[in-house]
Nanobody, 124 residues
């Protein structure tokens, strides 16, 4: 890990919003389909959202649809995860990843580069 750098996490009350950002260190995010995963203490790693290289295709996990949005800015070479209506169960470490298969995927093992993560804590 360490090829990607996430930011934007923090402490927020339930119902609040956060915007996470992901940039690359030593590579171009724009060359990859990108995804976000999260991991909560005591839980398995969970897919959150993914976006194609072009940005035209996105996919958000069912439990987060309508609350989370993934997007990318080609000029800033940044991928974003906008999180609204946050719930305490959204608490965890959020990691961005670059796909190693040339297209978006929900499968963790198909991502090639990872960030160290940014912590999101949602209080009730």
């Amino acid at each position: 890990q360490g090829d990607l750098v996430e930011s934007g996490g923090g402490l927020v009350q339930a119902g609040g919003s956060l915007r996470l950002s992901c940039v690359a260190s030593g590579r171009t995010v724009g060359n990859y389909a990108m995804g976000w995963f999260r991991r909560a203490p005591g839980k398995e790693r969970e897919f959150v959202a993914a976006i194609s290289t072009s940005g035209y295709t996105t996919y958000v996990a069912d439990s987060m649809k309508g609350r989370f949005t993934i997007s990318r800015d080609t000029v800033k070479d940044t991928v974003y995860l906008d999180m609204n209506k946050l719930k305490p169960e959204d608490t965890g470490s959020y990691h961005c990843a670059a796909s190693g298969i040339g297209q978006l995927t929900t499968i963790y093992e198909r991502y090639k580069y990872w960030g160290q993560g940014t912590q999101v804590t949602v209080t009730s």
